[in-house]
């Protein structure tokens, strides 16, 4: 919940359960016991319409066609915003966060998959449908390794947590990056093959959006002393033209795992 100024006064957390419906029962029992409050808004990763809709997301099992919105007005009785997670985030990021002063910012979470948010001339870009900003699904190896969408070689499957993963045969990203940290070389030859793969996609989205800033958030934005470097090598290696152009900024996320849920509610108070 936040207050006038932004600022978050309560907060929670529970656990995912499993299937669409059960999840928006969950929220709606949750939305009630957190605090009284007039307004919801809720951000939800996948495709999700300007109605509310969950039409498909691919990292959440289960969760297609779902009518996030109208459920949980009907529910609660008031009006209740629903937009994508990575959305929502960069509302948060851009207001109140990292990107603040920017007119045109991409936001990207290195997460499980990978999200994005658009704000382009200075207001939040959601596409025609809803959609826009679905940046992990971009392919960037037409034979490479099988996502979780059914096509091939997805960006996400090189550039998220699970790629990470993958580069290093199985280990999870917080090992790989308390070894790196360490001085280990195996460990750092990972971080650089896995800052390759996100510049890669950064560069491509760079090409299209002329973007002022460059927000990077999710699970992997916690450890910017290792992953921020070698980024921003590869992405001045990879930019087409670099040495003519201004860069977009890179940063880190500041409002961290709580940028989703702080945009979700920025979003009610001007949707609801
Ligand atoms: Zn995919």
Not at 49 to 74: C, K, S, Y
Not at 139 to 153: A, E, I, K
Request: with cysteine; charged share 20%; glycine share 14%.
């Amino acid at each position: 919940m936040l207050d006038d100024a932004g600022t978050v006064v309560v907060e929670g957390r529970r656990p995912t359960p499993k299937g669409g419906e059960a999840v928006v029962r969950e929220l709606a029992e949750f939305a009630q016991e957190l605090a009284p409050y007039d307004t919801l808004g809720v951000g939800v990763p996948g495709l999700v319409t300007r109605e509310g809709v969950l039409r498909a997301a691919p990292n959440l099992i289960g969760a297609t066609e779902v009518l996030v919105g109208p459920l949980l007005a009907e529910m609660l009785g008031h009006p209740v915003a629903v937009d994508n997670d990575a959305t929502c985030a960069i509302l948060a990021e851009w207001q109140h966060g990292v990107a603040r002063g920017y007119d045109d910012v991409l936001l990207v979470t290195l997460g499980t998959g990978i999200g994005g948010g658009l704000v382009m001339g200075g207001a939040l870009q959601r596409g025609t449908n809803g959609f826009a900003g679905e940046i992990g699904h971009m392919v960037v190896q037409p034979d490479g390794p099988l996502c979780v969408c059914g096509r091939r070689g997805c960006w996400e499957r090189f550039a998220s947590g699970r790629g990470l993963q993958m580069l290093a045969g199985g280990r999870l990203g917080e090992e790989v990056v308390e070894a790196a940290r360490a001085g280990d070389r195996e460990s750092l030859v990972i971080v650089e093959t896995f800052a390759h793969w996100v510049a890669l996609g950064l560069v491509n989205l760079t090409n299209v959006l002329d973007p002022a800033c460059i927000v990077l958030g999710g699970g992997l934005a916690t450890a910017p002393d290792i992953f921020l470097p070698p980024i921003q090598r590869e992405f001045t290696t990879l930019l087409y033209s670099s040495e003519h152009r201004p860069q977009p900024v890179l940063a880190f996320a500041q409002l961290g795992e709580r940028a989703g849920a702080i945009g979700a509610a920025l979003l009610a108070r001007t949707r609801c």
